[in-house]
């Protein structure tokens, strides 16, 4: 037997209904609970209420099958009212009550009307033409082009761009449909854009500091007049740093390809070898070339290759400072992550060890409680003893026996 929606309709007498249904719904419903107790019906969810104002009254429902102990006993209170159920409802201001059976879910639920029909769309109303009357013949010639041009009408009106928007889904309905993902993969999605965007905040960092190492090559290449002044050394590339995390040495030894990776590879490979600079070197700047060769002494001119700067591309204003304020960003995100990490395996230990406490305490509690309840059995036991003895005294009057007779035994 399949389920139905047992529905319940109260009218109050407008006096109660104007004081019990302008409360809030929780109140009404309390009211309302208070009434079927005193009817003796069982007390519907909450849900399950609705409120007519306008007319003065109150619906509920139960889901049940017929033939139920709920639905006999609604069927008894409600649709039979015997006198001492009206004398109730007369005393609780109740004008009428009837009961219904439906066989949806929520029968309070608002249904769903269809829309009005488009003007547009809407047939012409057109005059009844005169009967025809002609050849048999004629007639059937006549209602075949009738019928190709109602078609071709119809094609046409089908056609036409209302109605073609008409057919087509609306973009809400659309997006109602595509955003029907669940919550894990709503997450899923965030999590991977998160990472896209650390990736590429990374990618932007090494970038920068791809450029930032390629202008300090251009601007900080030795001169070509300290290498001729001391022809002893031999000739090779060492480009000192300009970060500030370096030290400033005149005398520290720096080798290119330990540091910064050049623009464009050498032609021939170079014999490496130690360069010191003095002071100045680091103040020296180069022309504003896009490029310029470096060579060495003419004695070995020919063991070095000529080693070409391209033209690094410029960044605006902006985008440092985007690139910048990005980044900044990202390292705050990582540093909060990192302290939120870190927080969360202090909580966790924590709560190991209150844990660790917590049962120790209730190993101890329930030793203690068994302990008690051994005592309470012999106390128990002890007292069971002493009543019988009052009720029924054995074993005193014998010992009483026994002392007496070993007292008059005595010499």
């Given at each position: 037997?399949?389920?139905i929606?047992?529905?319940?309709?109260?009218?109050?007498?407008?006096?109660?209904?104007?004081?019990?249904?302008?409360?809030?719904?929780?109140?009404?419903?309390?009211?309302?609970r208070?009434?079927?107790?005193?009817?003796?019906?069982?007390?519907?969810?909450?849900?399950?209420?609705?409120?007519?104002?306008?007319?003065?009254?109150?619906?509920?429902?139960?889901?049940?099958?017929?033939?139920?102990?709920l639905?006999?006993?609604?069927?008894?209170?409600?649709?039979?009212?015997?006198?001492?159920?009206?004398?109730?409802?007369?005393?609780?201001?109740?004008?009428?009550?009837?009961?219904e059976?439906?066989?949806?879910?929520?029968?309070?639920?608002?249904?769903?009307?269809?829309?009005?029909?488009?003007?547009?769309?809407?047939?012409?109303?057109?005059?009844?033409?005169?009967?025809?009357?002609?050849?048999?013949?004629?007639?059937?010639?006549?209602?075949?082009?009738?019928?190709?041009?109602?078609?071709?009408?119809?094609?046409?009106?089908?056609?036409?761009?209302?109605?073609?928007?008409?057919?087509?889904?609306?973009?809400?309905?659309?997006?109602?449909?595509?955003?029907?993902?669940t919550a894990?993969?709503?997450?899923?999605e965030t999590?991977?854009?998160?990472e896209?965007?650390?990736?590429?905040?990374?990618?932007?960092?090494?970038?920068?500091?791809?450029?930032l190492?390629?202008?300090?090559?251009?601007?900080?290449s030795?001169?070509l007049?300290?290498?001729?002044?001391?022809?002893?050394?031999?000739?090779d590339?060492?480009?000192p740093?300009?970060r500030?995390?370096?030290?400033?040495?005149?005398?520290?030894?720096?080798?290119?390809?330990?540091l910064?990776?050049?623009s464009?590879s050498?032609a021939?490979?170079?014999?490496k070898?130690?360069?010191?600079?003095?002071?100045?070197?680091?103040?020296?700047?180069?022309d504003?070339d896009?490029?310029?060769?470096?060579?060495?002494?003419?004695?070995?001119?020919?063991?070095?290759?000529?080693?070409?700067?391209?033209?690094?591309?410029?960044?605006?204003?902006?985008?440092?400072?985007?690139?910048s304020?990005?980044?900044?960003?990202?390292?705050?995100t990582?540093?909060?992550?990192?302290?939120?990490?870190?927080?969360?395996?202090?909580?966790?230990?924590q709560l190991?060890?209150?844990?660790?406490?917590?049962?120790?305490?209730?190993?101890?509690?329930?030793?203690?409680?068994?302990e008690?309840?051994?005592?309470r059995?012999?106390?128990?036991?002890?007292?069971?003893?002493?009543?019988?003895?009052?009720?029924e005294?054995?074993?005193?009057?014998?010992?009483?026996?026994?002392?007496?007779?070993e007292?008059?035994?005595?010499?």
């Amino acid at each position: 037997m399949r389920s139905i929606s047992l529905v319940v309709h109260i009218n109050y007498s407008p006096n109660k209904a104007r004081r019990m249904l302008s409360q809030d719904k929780a109140i009404i419903a309390r009211n309302l609970r208070l009434d079927l107790t005193k009817l003796k019906l069982d007390h519907p969810p909450e849900a399950n209420i609705l409120i007519r104002s306008h007319e003065d009254g109150v619906s509920f429902f139960w889901e049940t099958r017929r033939h139920s102990p709920l639905w006999n006993v609604v069927d008894s209170v409600v649709r039979l009212q015997d006198s001492s159920t009206r004398t109730t409802m007369k005393a609780l201001k109740i004008e009428h009550m009837w009961m219904e059976e439906s066989s949806e879910t929520n029968p309070f639920a608002r249904k769903v009307r269809p829309s009005s029909p488009n003007p547009l769309r809407a047939r012409r109303i057109r005059s009844r033409s005169p009967i025809r009357r002609s050849a048999p013949d004629q007639n059937s010639f006549s209602k075949i082009s009738d019928c190709k041009r109602n078609h071709k009408r119809r094609q046409s009106r089908s056609s036409s761009p209302v109605n073609r928007t008409r057919r087509n889904p609306s973009p809400h309905r659309r997006d109602l449909r595509n955003s029907t993902n669940t919550a894990t993969e709503y997450m899923l999605e965030t999590l991977r854009r998160i990472e896209n965007v650390q990736m590429a905040l990374l990618d932007i960092e090494k970038a920068q500091q791809q450029t930032l190492m390629d202008q300090n090559e251009r601007h900080l290449s030795p001169p070509l007049s300290a290498i001729h002044q001391d022809s002893s050394h031999k000739n090779d590339e060492y480009i000192p740093s300009a970060r500030p995390s370096l030290p400033n040495n005149p005398n520290f030894l720096f080798k290119a390809e330990d540091l910064y990776p050049l623009s464009s590879s050498p032609a021939h490979s170079a014999s490496k070898a130690p360069l010191e600079y003095d002071n100045n070197t680091y103040n020296y700047l180069p022309d504003n070339d896009t490029s310029w060769v470096w060579q060495s002494n003419p004695s070995s001119s020919e063991n070095l290759s000529s080693i070409e700067f391209e033209k690094l591309p410029s960044l605006s204003s902006a985008e440092l400072e985007r690139i910048s304020d990005l980044t900044r960003e990202f390292w705050d995100t990582r540093r909060k992550l990192t302290a939120a990490s870190a927080r969360y395996l202090v909580l966790e230990r924590q709560l190991k060890a209150s844990d660790t406490d917590l049962r120790k305490e209730l190993a101890e509690a329930e030793e203690l409680l068994n302990e008690e309840r051994k005592q309470r059995q012999r106390a128990e036991t002890v007292l069971e003893d002493v009543l019988r003895e009052c009720e029924e005294p054995t074993i005193i009057p014998a010992l009483f026996t026994t002392l007496s007779h070993e007292k008059f035994a005595r010499p």
